[in-house]
């Protein structure tokens, strides 16, 4: 069995307020620690903003500073040129934020930062919909998804961030899934090592958002990657295309019928989304030459 | 007016503060509840600790554990009937763990390494005669020299091991192997008497006046008879005798052809042991092949060295004509009973055949011989009775493995002994030797996280080649090399033995999970009782508990 090998270096402290089972505070636990101490994070309103803090205590022992919904990108632009200013060029930069952060209100902060390949590491925690201020669509909610503001399902299709991020042709955009710790940290570690624009979405199983057990975020993260709904996989320059789970042996029919916002669909939504995940699937495969 | 800026907002503590542990209504327990190998177990073997031992490469602490509950693990790695592998969670994703080609490799390397048992760390003047040195006696034996009782012991053979040595062909489990592992036992300091024959219930009286308690495990060494054959007969042998005589390799007088009749695993014995010395064999059962007492492996291998199985047919008379015996035989419908053992039989008529042989070996199940004690012990059918302490209707006298049971296998009798030793012990001594409770539920395959575990072909022990078998007595089953065995090791789940992976504690996202040297903690301030921990657990060793 593989170990899970990298170590809590005490950069994330209990009595934080996730969820209880929440996936999204075991990656936190996982970037914060991998990191270091050497850091600044920023944060725009999400479930992130209400981990690391709610005044007076914060649960991060680097600096935060939360910043507003559309301006992520642009607010570790500014923190981060201001510590070159101040001397600590090396000190790494986060950007935490929400997929409502990233795919909507913040896009336009971080398409501008991307653009001048600004020197900070930006993390996504994507977990498809507004799922702090109670599970509202996203752009980045999955199709025929229910969620408060599209109870008959969302009528069209997740937004595809990876590749735009990848059009900007930035050093690095990656996925990664709590499912797989030690690929989230490797990651962490690459990105942080380089400079420029990086980019890393996390898929977060949301437990209320999506509808499903306490216990079983992991799992559906797992059932997520291996069925090939969320591939693995690293764009470097924009192009250079690698895989890092090029199985796809997992069932989606599965993966959806496990979650409660996807527990209406027919089989002929079932199957058209099926192809959708084949397409991408190939189209990635293609690019990484697998 | 000059406007102030305004005042940042600055966090004063972290947020330790807060007990999330409030929101919890149940938390982690770490169990560590039995394998279900285990719950099959004769011996109550701790299975899934010893094999996590061996992928570790500790093969001594592996060896200590399984010695824990059986002195034997050489013997019972090559002929255990393994029911720890039927049951083995491993099953529903691959192929069970090759758990008897482990046991044997840990106890072949002790052998070799001349590992022995560590001396008693108390001594007790209360001793204890065992009469009957085959795999229950010295399992007594065994267990009671740890607790530190002196221990006679008393075999009417000459050698020790009963059904092991004159029972048990060398083809299946080699002499030396046997002696290896009884000396061990011996070594401990056990007064052995051998050709000591306890015939008569005032021998067995004066025995226990003798001595504190006495535990008899005769076994069952007198064949039943089969009806309608006369076993005065020159072409006749009876199966036990003509095994112990062919594994004190006398010759056999019996002719070329032979048939043995039987299905059980004594009879597969006999018909492969006949096979390698020349003969050729047939089997005749009244079960139909699918439902054969014999192990099934057992009877794959009889059939690799060509013996010729005739099943769901019964003997009705016998025709001699100078050399040549005729069996008249009949099909048979075969009908279970509800007990082990039981069953009826409809011949089926016009169904009439027949075999010629020049000789039968009829092999179908052994009696114990309890009229020499039936002034004393009170019997219940074919076996002593005992209450389930094991003990007799005399007070202070025990019994166990075939002479007191029906469950005749070899693990079952080291399993009997090891229990009766800890039963004499608590009537005798103040000794605390508590097991698991036997009402633990055993791990299920459904706790098991098998994404942490690969699906992995079994690495099976090989088996000689057919031609090389039959032409001497040497072992069919020839062990796992080191890696194989390290390999298949590490194929187990480990089903209710945390392995210490860190997986709960590094997917707590609540850090509610410290780290100790030999486990983990739950901190109940933080732990927020979501079951993450369990549900990632690859082992099961986790479960959560409602808290009141």
Redesign the interface.
Known sequence: ????N?T?EGQ???????C????E??SL?VILNTVGPDAVAVVPPSCTAVIC???????V?IPVYHTTLESGAASATGVKRALVKKGKPDTTVLCLAGDGGTYDIGLQALSSAAERNEDILYICFDNEGYMNTGGQKSSSTPVNAVTGSTPAGKSTKKKNMIEILAAHRIPYVATASP?D?NDMAAKVKKAQGMKGTKVIIILIPCLPGWGVA??????IA?MAVESGVFPLFEIEGGLDYTMNYSSKNGSVKEYLSVQKRFRHLNEDQISSIENDVDEDWQRIADKAGV | MTQQPPTP????????????GT??SAMPNYKNLPSPCRGACPVGGRIAEWIREIELGDYKKAWTILADNNPFPSIAGRICHHPCETDCNRNQLDETVGICNLERFVGDLALKENWSFPAPTVSRDTSIAVVGGGPAGLSACYQLRRLGFKVSLYEYQKQLGGLLRYGIPAYRLEKKILDGEIQRIIDMGVDVHLNAEVGSAEALKELHEKHDAVYLATGASRSKNLPGLDYSQSWVMDSADFLAETNAEMACDLGKDLVVIGGGSAAMDVARTARRLGRNVTVLTLEPEDKLPAHEVEVVEAKEEEITFVSGAMMQSVEVNGEQITLKCIRVEFLQGEARGQFTINPIPGSEFELVTNGVIPSIGQDADLSRWQDLLNSEGPVISTDKQWQTSTPGIFAGGDVASMDRFVTQAIGMGKEAAFAIARQLAPVSNETSSPDDPMVPYSVINT???STLRRHLAANSEVEARLQTFDEVQQPLSHDEAVAEASRCFSCGTC?L???C????????IIKLEDGYEV?D??C?????C???C?TGSIAMQEEK
Not at chain 1, 12 to 18: E, P, T, Y
Not at chain 1, 20 to 23: E, L, N, R
């Open positions: 069995m593989e170990q899970i990298y809590d994330f402290f209990s009595g934080h307020v996730a209880a089972g929440c996936v505070a075991v636990r803090g709610g005044y007076p205590f914060s649960s022992k499912s710790l306490d216990n079983s975020a992991v799992k797992r | 907002l600055w966090t004063n503590d972290t947020s330790e503060a807060r007990m999330t929101w919890r994404s942490y575990h392995i992976c860190d997986n504690y590094l997917y707590c996202p609540d850090m509610a901190k301030d933080y927020k009782g979501c079951g993450l369990v549900a990632e690859p």
